[in-house]
């Protein structure tokens, strides 16, 4: 969790200094004093503390899909996985599904940004979690048919020798194809262009 040690005048001082750097709420740390000098006539006093994040920011992130959720009048549930440094949330709600996933994915990008903002913003820099959001299984499904997508479109540019151009890829669906295609001896990928309006390129090795 995240740390901070304050040299105040008063406990109070460090607290206000806590809540206003971190953005969190005062609540959400311990305080330890570790050191207290009380002056003389009060000039001089000072107070050390110990400032620590004492929140699960893992629960937060579940915590916060569920909110947007409730604020849409959506009914529905946020399944979450940690396998070490990793964690993966999966919403199912339904017909809403399809809002929070959005075209080409977009939606669904700017939520697992956002929720990721929210988890890491309880853990230092050398525990940063890698945070990613799924609604209904739409990334494992996406991710079988780019695959077979890649293999289809690479089979093609090994026999006519002619490069393909794919457009309306997020970022995270054209890494997928340059994995998949990463050790083919006779093609290779790349992007072209900036964002939003990046494409994917398969052409021949020379």
């Known amino acids: 969790m995240k740390s901070k040690v304050y040299q105040t005048r008063t406990m109070e001082e460090a607290k206000s200094l806590a809540v206003k750097e971190f953005g969190l709420n005062e609540s959400d740390f311990n305080f330890k004093i570790l050191e207290e000098k009380k002056g ?6 000072s107070v050390t503390v110990e400032v620590t994040v004492a929140v699960d920011g893992v629960k937060k992130g579940k915590e916060y899909l569920q909110t947007l959720l409730s604020n849409n009048n959506a009914k529905g549930f946020v399944e979450k996985r940690v396998r070490g440094n990793h964690v993966a949330y999966n919403i199912e709600a339904g017909d809403f599904n399809g809002h929070l996933i959005g075209k080409n994915a977009r939606n669904l990008s700017s939520l697992q ?65 340059h994995k998949k295609l990463a050790n083919w001896k006779d093609v290779k990928t790349y992007s ?3 964002e939003p309006h990046r494409n994917l390129v398969i052409e021949p090795k020379r």
């Open 113 to 177: 940004l956002l929720t990721s903002i929210v988890v890491n913003n309880y853990y230092p820099l050398g525990d940063v979690k890698t945070v990613t959001v799924d609604v209904g299984g739409y990334k494992r499904r996406r991710e079988q048919n780019l695959e077979r997508l890649a293999i289809q479109y690479g089979k093609q540019v090994a026999r006519t020798k002619q490069k393909i151009q794919l457009d309306n890829l997020n970022a995270y669906e054209r890494k997928i194809i």
């Open 40 to 45: 003389f006539l009060g000039i001089g006093r």
């Open 192 to 194: 072209v262009g900036d």
